[in-house]
């Protein structure tokens, strides 16, 4: 796949605000807040969507919610609670084609999460 500009904050060719690395994943926050915490987990293995991950990278994809949780702890919300979103292609508004699991906090959070009139 193409490089997207997650792989560059991997490499810290651009800048980001990291909270977390291993070797696995990364954790950055996300430059347009839609809470008042707002942060990505990545894989630094480049996967571009849901669709594509491999079998063998089940792993992978368990990790960056075991940071999350671990964030969560860390970081003061896992008892209030907190939302987790990873978005797929166009309807599920994926913009960066690198795996990302958002992690939202710090506020109560609406149901249903889309704020359009459509019926489903
Ligand atoms: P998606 O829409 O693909 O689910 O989420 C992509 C997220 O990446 C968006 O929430 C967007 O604000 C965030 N984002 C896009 N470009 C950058 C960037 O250069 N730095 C950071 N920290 N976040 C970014």
């Not at 609670?81 to 795996?99: I, K, P, S």
């Amino acid at each position: 796949m193409s490089e997207t500009l997650f792989t560059k904050i991997i490499n810290r060719e651009i800048p980001a605000d990291i909270i977390y690395e291993d070797d696995l994943s990364l954790a950055f926050r996300d430059i347009n807040p839609q809470a008042p915490v707002h942060f990505l987990v990545i894989p630094k293995q480049a996967i571009a969507t849901i669709n594509d991950i491999a079998e063998s990278e089940r792993e992978i994809v368990g990790h960056l919610y075991l940071v999350a949780a671990k964030l969560a702890k860390s970081m003061g919300f896992a008892d209030d609670g907190y939302r987790t979103v990873m978005n797929c292609n166009e309807h599920g508004g994926q913009t960066v084609f690198h795996l990302h699991l958002h992690v939202l906090a710090g506020k109560p959070m609406g149901w249903p999460p889309y704020t359009d009139k459509l019926k489903v």
